[in-house]
């Protein structure tokens, strides 16, 4: 009997392709936690930034730079890992 819980076109994959599948996946769910990990460093120099903003002088602003660089990768990262991931319906924790 076929697994109901398996998209239509993936009940027909050859092993090679599921592990191709399985790969994508996995690259999906490593930048889902580069994300994280970037979101919460951003977060962190957020408290930074407001001070850098408001002392420092004319366009010296490394921090607020540095945080602005932080959440685009973050954003970036969170897309491309979605997309990667996208069509599977479990968590994977490793």
Do not use: A, Y
């Given at each position: 009997m076929a697994?109901?819980?398996?998209?239509?076109?993936?009940?027909?994959?050859?092993?090679?392709?599921?592990?191709?599948?399985?790969?994508?996946?996995?690259?999906?769910?490593?930048?889902?936690?580069?994300?994280?990990?970037?979101?919460?460093?951003?977060?962190?120099?957020?408290?930074?930034?407001g001070q850098d903003i408001f002392l420092s002088p004319g366009y010296a602003h490394p921090v607020a730079y540095l945080n602005a660089l932080t959440f685009m990768i973050s954003a970036v990262a969170g897309l491309v890992g979605l997309r990667l991931r996208r069509g599977s319906n479990e968590f994977i924790s490793y």
């Open positions: 697994n109901t819980l398996l998209p239509i076109e993936e009940r027909t994959l050859t092993p090679d392709q599921v592990e191709r599948l399985d790969s994508r996946r996995r690259r999906g769910q490593l930048m889902l936690v580069i994300c994280f990990q970037f979101l919460i460093i951003s977060l962190l120099l957020t408290l930074w930034s």
